[in-house]
């Protein structure tokens, strides 16, 4: 079992629908990404957090270091959101300078 | 401008043969990765540079050489590629161990 989980794998959504990608983690960790890889291939990196909450335009992501859980929350999506977003986890001590990757979800946004 | 550069794009090469990938950052971060992502899109880490010294070495076949001549720089050797190696590699950077990472575009490796 992967210690980074992620669902759904794929998820489509009509336009302008709001959109929640989850990931469950099974170590302890320093901190979580969230990053989009477009169809281009190209990565951006999106969010990284430890606690609470961040909002960035329709993004949000929150996170629940107890539960070992964070979601990636689309609001009002758009079709330029079809990517695949990737939840990273980093660790502590000398595994705080590694990323731990999940599968992915494959987000398609049809007009 | 690119913050990270990697070159080459695509990389088409024989079985055997002795490859290079370079990657560049003009970001002024201390810390630089390699990633390979695999046929599947999973994504894992390969080697971690701070300061020009490696701190990570995953279980990276010795065929996989990491070299860092300043900490702008962390190039990728690979001697007798083999069909397995072919995937896609991203270059990574962040300002240190607690930032985020900037990704280079990848650099898609076929060994035919």
């Known amino acids: 079992k992967n210690e980074v989980e992620q669902s759904p794998q794929n998820l489509t959504a009509q336009e302008g629908e709001f959109i929640t990608i989850n990931c469950s983690y099974s170590v302890g960790i320093s901190a979580l990404h969230w990053l989009q890889q477009h169809p281009g291939g190209g990565i951006v990196s999106l969010f990284m957090?430890?606690?609470g909450k961040k909002k960035h335009g329709r993004l949000i992501a929150t996170i629940n270091i107890q539960e070992k859980h964070s979601s990636l929350h689309i609001t009002a999506s758009h079709p330029r959101d079809s990517a695949v977003y990737i939840c990273a986890v980093r660790g502590y001590g000398g595994a705080t300078n590694k990323l731990i990757f999940g599968t992915g979800t494959l987000l398609a946004v049809q007009p | 401008d690119t913050a990270v550069s990697q070159t080459p794009k695509y990389l088409v090469t024989q079985m055997g043969n002795d490859k290079s990938i370079k990657c560049e950052q003009n970001l002024g971060h201390d810390t630089m990765y390699w990633y390979k992502q695999d046929s599947k899109k999973f994504l894992k880490i390969m080697f971690s540079y701070n300061n020009k010294e490696l701190i990570i070495n995953e279980t990276v076949p010795n065929r996989f050489s990491p070299k860092s001549p300043d900490k702008a720089h962390l190039n990728l050797h690979i001697n007798s590629l083999e069909l397995g190696d072919s995937a896609v590699y991203f270059c990574?950077?962040?300002?240190?161990?607690?930032?985020?990472?900037?990704f280079g575009s990848g650099t898609r490796l076929t060994v035919v």
């Open positions: 957090l430890s606690s």
């Open positions: 990574a950077s962040s300002h240190d161990l607690n930032s985020g990472y900037t």
